[in-house]
């Protein structure tokens, strides 16, 4: 076994989770990543922890999805009842085929994120859990790199010091804490204001995505106005949402267009009322990840991107009292930040063409 799947379970284990004896473990993940999922067991066994998995495959969710009448979609209780009762959850995504849910109704897969929507709340509410990724010929191909390429980038992204990121990416952090108004600036095309008044900023250093490497925050629930134009294809169902084009007012989408698949962009907005509004506004830091690959959990680390996420917002970032948007997606939509713009913190640039002007 690649001595680098060892090394990205450990970190699963020990640093995203930090799994004990005593803890009940589920591993979600597909029978393409099942070198990773072997290490895991290992590490667990290791720490006298309890694991169970629930193994996916992609060909089988297309012909249930396809055959699906979409009135029917619920969370099993089998699943509803496992993630409330476990401690931790580590989810792993790798593709055989990035593509294989490209001919399922739009509209199904705005059902099956409603239906999963009991079960992400259970997680958030009660498990520690991250996100990783396995890496894959497909998604390889996806990112236009060989296999041997693309797996250097994952692993390259997730082993380094995590304590020094979190060190990088503190004062940006602090200055996210303290600020009242955000303003996004990029050419003519994006001019988005939000409120981030109260809420706390996430110094994102690999606990529930790894890789990690971002800063960010949640808008106020009814605060964003104006437009910005998402720069990088959106992958949604299998396909690609392209030039995708946002128009806000009073925290709502009022306009919204792309350039392809516009239509597939309308159906994310209707899935409920929470996916018109944005969850997060972030900034991404990672050094290790220096180019766009179309995996967005890689994508939004990238430096000289910020990316804006429609729908459920992230709940450790805002305050008991204060109004949580709520939604069964969150659709992570970046832009490139890098040429003719700037992002403000109550009036004052903060970065400018991808590069930050604070100390």
């Known amino acids: 076994m690649d001595a680098r799947i060892r090394r990205h379970a450990e970190l699963l284990v020990d640093h995203c989770t930090d799994v004990g004896a005593d803890d009940d473990v589920i591993i979600a993940a597909p029978t393409q990543a099942t070198d990773l999922v072997v ?49 931790v959850a580590i989810l792993i995504d790798g593709r055989t085929n990035a593509s294989e849910l490209s001919d399922v109704d739009p509209a199904k897969r705005a059902a099956v994120s409603r239906a999963r929507k009991p079960i992400l709340r259970e997680r958030l509410d009660g498990t520690r859990w991250v996100i990783t990724k396995h890496p894959t010929p497909a998604d390889a191909q996806r990112a236009g790199m060989s296999t041997a390429a693309w797996a250097d980038l994952i692993y390259d992204a997730i082993d380094v010091d995590w304590d020094a990121i979190r060190e990088h990416q503190s004062t940006l952090a602090a200055v996210l804490d303290d600020a009242s108004t955000l303003r996004l600036v990029v050419g003519e095309r994006t001019d988005l204001q939000l409120s981030i008044d109260g809420m706390a900023a996430l110094n994102d250093d690999g606990r529930e995505n790894m890789p990690g490497g971002e800063v960010a925050t949640v808008p106020v629930v009814d605060s964003a106005t104006g437009t910005v134009a998402i720069d990088f294809p959106v992958r949604e169902s299998g396909r690609e949402i392209r030039d995708a084009r946002l128009t806000f007012d009073d925290g709502t989408v009022v306009e919204a267009d792309a350039s392809r698949n516009a239509a597939l962009l309308r159906h994310v907005l209707d899935t409920d009322d929470g996916a018109r509004r944005l969850g997060e506004i972030g900034i991404g830091t990672n050094p290790g990840i220096d180019r766009i690959t179309h995996t967005v959990l890689l994508d939004e680390k990238m430096a000289g991107t910020v990316h804006v996420a429609l729908g459920e917002a992230m709940s450790e970032c ?21 040429e003719d713009a700037r992002l403000e913190a109550d009036g004052d640039v903060i970065q400018r063409n991808g590069e930050f002007v604070i100390d």
């Open 318 to 338: 805002v305050p008991d009292d204060r109004t949580y948007n709520e939604s069964a997606r969150h659709v992570d939509m970046l832009v490139d930040v890098s």
């Open 39 to 87: 290490a895991l067991y290992e590490r667990l066994g290791e720490r006298g922890a309890r694991p169970r998995t629930w193994w996916q495959n992609q060909r089988a969710s297309r012909a249930y999805h396809r055959t699906m009448d979409v009135e029917d979609y619920r969370p099993t209780r089998a699943d509803r009842s496992a993630m409330a009762a476990a401690d």
